[in-house]
């Protein structure tokens, strides 16, 4: 099984993505703080996504198919020209229309997820060694600044299946200091299923 590049990140994307577009769908716009807050959020997450993608990612595309390098930098522009459009609505209080607004560009960033992975498949997978999709996911671990952790972690853990927390979690350990294992374990309680996380202690313990 080749280094898998996005499909963890792209879930959780996914996940908070709809959760977004129920939230504001739902908000009292005599409240506006609320949606504002959600939306900052998950723009701050995606365009450090969008960041680390370019840094990391985009040069072993730059380098095997400068072509598709491009498409996807230039998706990564369109796209956050539309961010700066929900912001310009969430700054004029424009609520309705942010709504509206917002799920137009959900649908446009979950065909660029679909493009992206099928990225990683039909070109990444095959004209790069595992060794290098393994060393490029290790250098963003060991240069992922320590404070960032939390927010990862918020990010990722309510978003995957109990297999896959098992093999977080089961890394972590073997890798990770006790420290953080353990702060992980405490968040991995509070905002996974409880279902879910029973099935994980039970395999990590």
């Known amino acids: 099984m080749k280094t898998d590049l996005y499909t963890f990140v792209h879930k ?16 009292d716009p005599g409240e506006p703080g609320t949606i504002r807050d959600l939306l ?14 370019e840094h990391y990612i985009h040069p ?3 380098k095997v198919d400068p072509e598709r390098a491009a498409e996807l930098e230039r998706e990564h522009r369109d796209l ?11 700054d004029a209080g424009e609520w ?35 060794e290098e999709l393994a060393e490029v996911f290790g250098r963003f671990q060991r240069e992922r600044a320590p404070e960032k952790l939390r927010d990862d972690l918020e990010l990722f853990l309510p978003a995957l299946s109990a297999p896959e927390l098992t093999g ?7 890798r990770a200091p006790d420290y953080v294992f353990q702060f992980a374990q405490g968040l991995a309680e509070q905002m996974t299923k409880p279902a879910i996380w029973a099935k994980v202690r039970k395999a990590i313990a």
Not at 12 to 27: C, K
Not at 80 to 90: C, D, N, S, V
């Open 168 to 174: 977080m979690f089961t890394g972590m350990k073997l």
């Open 80 to 90: 956050e020209k539309e961010i700066g459009t929900l912001e310009g609505l969430r």
């Open 12 to 27: 959780a994307h996914r996940l908070r993505l709809f959760h977004l577009s129920t939230e504001i769908a739902r908000a």
């Open 40 to 53: 900052d959020q998950e723009i701050g997450h995606l365009r450090d996504h969008a960041a680390i993608e």
């Open 60 to 62: 072993l595309y730059r």
């Open 96 to 130: 309705k229309l942010l709504h509206r607004a917002y799920n137009g560009f959900l649908g446009r960033y979950l065909v660029h997820l679909e493009e992206e992975e099928r990225a990683q498949e039909d070109i990444l997978w095959v004209r790069c060694s595992d």
